[in-house]
Each structure stands twice: as C-alpha cells, then as structure tokens.
C-alpha cells in the first residue's frame, strides 16, 4: 500500500492481469471519485474508510464469485463501520457475489450474516442461521 492509489496499482491473478485505470467502474461503484487529488494521494494519506474502499474495489476488480472479508471494520470508526457494511451488502445483492465475512463484533455478524459458523479454539463449535445461534439461551455465551 505505499504506491500512490491509482497509478502504480495492480493485481495479479494467474490468468489476470489488471490495471485500474481499465477497471475505474468499480472505483464509482464503491463512491470512490473518479479526480485526479484522490488517485494522487498514497495509501496512508487516505482515512481508513478510504482504504477499505481501496481494498474492495481492488478485489471486485476480479470479478470474484465469492469475496473473503477478514476483520475489515476492526480498524474504523462506528460511523465508517457502518457505512462499509452497507456498501458490502449493497455491492453483494448488486454484483451477486458470495461473501465469507470474518469477525470478532458478534454485533457486526448478527447484523451482516445469513448463516453463521462460530468458533472456539480453532474449531466450529455452533453453526446455524444467525437466530438459531445467537437466541437461544445455551448459545448466550456467544455474545460475548
């Protein structure tokens, strides 16, 4: 992430080879502009939101069936959280692509998730729809 946004960024997939510059609509779509003082700045220029962003349009640039989101809302604010969730789920119904959302914020799952897997000392110890997993009072613990 110490390249500038736009003009040095690329992704390499075995068959794939993507600059951005032919890939700006998934910069629109995530309400990233499109201006030349945006696509200058350096990666640590940006606020975290902005990464995440940055971070979402270089994955769905690839066009994936499913998108692996690991932790993505534990650096930001309650604001930019929320705001980054919505445009996930939005993103997902729009682009129909699956979505393994990974997260310590049981607010956040309960929230964001249709199935649920949860976890303890490596291994799945619950699984269900999130009410199943997180109703019912054996699971409480959960919660927390």
Do not use: W
């Not at 951005?20 to 220029?45: A, Q, T």
């Not at 897997?117 to 919660?143: D, L, P």
């Amino acid at each position: 992430f110490n390249k500038s946004v736009f003009n040095k960024s690329i992704i390499l997939q075995k068959k794939n080879l993507v600059f951005f510059r032919e890939n700006m609509i998934e910069y629109k779509k995530i309400g990233l502009r499109n201006e030349e003082e945006f696509l200058k700045k350096k990666m640590n220029e940006l606020s975290g939101g902005q990464r995440q962003k940055v971070a979402i349009a270089r994955a769905l640039s690839m066009k994936p069936k499913l998108l692996l989101v690991d932790e993505i809302s534990s650096m930001l604010d309650d604001s930019s959280k929320v705001n980054i969730m919505r445009l996930l789920k939005k993103l997902q119904y729009d682009l129909g692509f699956s979505m393994l959302f990974i997260t310590h914020d049981i607010l956040l799952a309960k929230k964001i998730a249709d199935y649920v897997y949860c976890m303890e000392n490596g291994k799945i110890v619950k699984k269900g729809s999130v009410r199943k997993v997180f109703c019912s009072t054996e699971e409480r613990k959960y919660e927390y």
